[in-house]
Every structure is written in C-alpha cells, then in structure tokens.
C-alpha cells in the first residue's frame, strides 16, 4: 500500500503497508514535543500494538534538523514556581507522568520500533529514541542531555540509560550536558546503526519492503537485517568523542565525592574544545542539578525500569517546584541574560537535606504506579 497520509497538524501518522509511521511535525520548533503530541503518539502505539497489519513502528521528525530538541520547556517555565513561591503540582505531574509513560511503552513494546535520530536529539527526544528496538543516528546526530544548564536533571529514563554506559560515561554526560555525535551514541550503547543522513527515504522504502510475519521476534531479525545491510561504513563515519576522550573522562570523574568530581572537571584547562565547553557548561550550570545526577544514578543503579521512572516523576515534579527550573529557564530562554541567580548559588551550600526532599514523592500515590 502506498504511503497515506492521516492527518496534519504536530504529528502526522501514515502507513506503507504493514509499516507505520509517525513523524513529529513542529519543525520551526525543532519537533519539541509537547503535551498534545506525547497523548497522540501514545494512543496511536496502542492502536498499531492491537493491529495485526502492522509489523513495524517508525518513528522521526519533520524535516532534516532535528528528530526532537526536547520537551516543552516553555510550557513547563509557565507552570512551575520562582523561588519562594508555593507550587502547584498538577500540570507539571500531568505531563511528566504522560512524557514517561509513553517512554515507558516504547522500552517495553513488543513490535519492532525504528527511530530515525537524524539531528538535533536531546532530552525529551532522546527519551522517545532510548527506548525503541532499532535506533539510527546520522552523521548530523547531536545528541546531549543539557539540563544543568536549566536547573532540571537528565530525565525520561536517564537513571536507566545512563547507567549502562561504558564506564562513568554517564556520569560525566549528566554533569556536563556535553553534547555527542552518532559515534558516540554506538559507543555509548544509546544507539544502533548509522545510516547515510541523506537516505532515509531509501531506508522507509527498504522496511516497507521487507516480508513481515505474525511472529514479533522474526520480524525484530528482518528489521535488524535490512539496517544492517544499509549501514554506513565504519571509515565514512564521524569520530568519536567519547572513545577519544574515554580515558580521561575516567580520570577525571575517578572520585569518591561528587565535589571532588565537579572540581576536577570544572579545573580542565587543556586545549581540547569540546572538554572545554563540557567544563563550562557544568561550571554555569545549576548547583543543584549535579547533586541529583550523583544521587540518581546511585539509587537508579540496581532499580527496574518502572521504578526508574517513579523515581524520575518525583524527581521532576519536585525540581520544577524548587525555583531551580524556572530560573534556569528564564535565564536562558525568557530573558536570555544567561546569567541565572541560582539560590543556593554553590555547589558546597546545598544540603543532604535539600537533595534528600527532591526524591520525596509529593502524592500519596504514585500516578506512575501501574508500570
């Protein structure tokens, strides 16, 4: 069957043959996945998981810049708190608890799931490809979980993804934010296969083509299969940063505290850029938010993956009440000054106490409790 379109407007779903598609559609915001389209993409996955003439689930965003750069912050800034102000705890318990049950459904879905990562993948977006069976990154793939820079943490399962890195890779990324290529991603076990950017049309035509099956896990070899046969060569593919630097990032984060970690980043004074503008970020980033990285990965090391994303949905819903997120945000979105007014404004004033209340879930049930 021939591609059929089945709707505008922030997500378009279309089908070739036994090949399901969806495609987040806010290209002049970069595909940032708001409320709506977390709502549309979850009951749409639950209609083709019911559906018995659909094999595979394809998943990408409009245009060639990026398949998603995150969630709805600004929506988020809205309904979150300054400091000093008292919280409501509905909107951002709504969303958060939607964006990670839909992530949740991806992680455990039993059809094959295809991400196309091309672009610009972060936070929100990352959340929507982490999870699938088949993730692809390009050449143009940069990936990166800023949230220190906001006063957030590395969310939508990053308790999960980031501890499975090689090494203390994750730690070091959800300190810094610091941004990584497709290479990375492969090496970093956060992706897949890399395809030719600039073949993603030849990479629906081939999936469509292929012979599918009642049985999930045969047509889980076939979509393997295909992407494996359309690869980019190892020689024609971006160098990786993380490989490179592999090394020095474990020496850099071989610490017994997070203050010792912080101060041996922030110190880096070397030549090589992106080490430099890891270092930086993390030193204007919130004091707060390396605290709950530390601690997350901790408590997240030996939990299930639904007990990751409870303890995540408090973890949200509490930092977007702390005053931290909104001044993150206004800092650099709202006003742009860049120049955030962090209270407390260091690393070393943040109480065990403060971090301790971020992890308390601030509902007498869980809304995610069902997983």
């Known amino acids: 069957m021939d591609q059929l379109k089945m709707g505008e407007g922030p997500l378009l779903f279309s ?17 940032a996945l708001n409320l709506e389209m977390i709502e549309q993409l979850s009951l749409k996955l639950d209609e083709w998981a019911e559906d018995d003439s659909v094999a595979v689930v394809w998943i990408d965003g409009s245009g060639d810049k990026a398949l998603c750069a995150g969630g709805d912050v ?16 509905a909107f951002t318990t ?14 455990t879905y039993r059809k094959p799931i295809v991400v196309w990562g091309g672009g610009i993948v972060m936070g929100g977006g990352i959340g929507i490809m982490a999870g699938a069976s088949h993730r692809i990154v390009t050449e143009t793939t940069r990936l990166a979980m800023p949230e220190v820079t906001i006063g957030l943490f590395p ?7 980031l501890n499975r890195m090689p090494g203390r890779l994750g730690l070091f990324l959800g300190l810094t934010g610091a941004q990584f290529n497709g290479a ?5 076990g956060m992706a897949d296969r890399m395809l030719p950017g600039d073949r993603r049309e030849t990479v629906l035509v081939a999936l469509s083509g292929l012979e599918f099956f009642a049985d999930s896990e045969r047509n889980h070899r076939q979509v393997s299969d295909c992407l494996k046969r359309l690869q980019l060569p190892p020689e024609e593919q971006p160098q990786s940063n993380l490989r490179a630097h592999y090394d020095q990032i474990q020496q850099l984060t071989d610490f017994a505290t997070l203050p010792e970690v912080c101060r ?16 930086a970020t993390l030193a204007g980033g919130s ?16 939990l299930s993956l ?21 001044e993150g945000v206004r800092a650099l979105l709202i006003d742009k000054d860049r120049q955030p007014q962090w209270q407390p404004a260091t690393l070393e004033e943040i109480s065990t106490e403060a971090v301790d209340c971020c992890f308390e879930a601030p509902w007498a049930e869980n809304p995610l409790s069902d997983l």
């Open 15 to 31: 089908r070739r043959g036994a090949l399901a598609t969806a495609t987040l559609n806010l290209p002049k915001a970069l595909n």
């Open 74 to 89: 600004v929506a988020l800034y809205r309904e979150s708190a300054a400091y000093g102000e008292t919280p409501d705890y």
């Open 94 to 107: 709504g969303f958060f608890s939607r964006e990670y049950r839909l992530d949740y459904k991806i992680h």
């Open 155 to 161: 969310d939508v399962g990053g308790s999960w993804f």
């Open 184 to 188: 990375d991603a492969l090496f970093a």
């Open 264 to 279: 041996a980043i922030t110190a880096y004074k070397g030549e090589d850029k992106w080490l430099q503008k890891a270092a």
């Open 287 to 302: 004091p707060l938010t390396p605290w709950i990285v530390w601690e997350q990965l901790r408590r997240g090391r030996h």
């Open 306 to 326: 639904a007990e990751v994303f409870r303890m995540e949905l408090a973890l949200a819903v509490n930092l977007c009440a702390s005053g931290h997120f909104r």
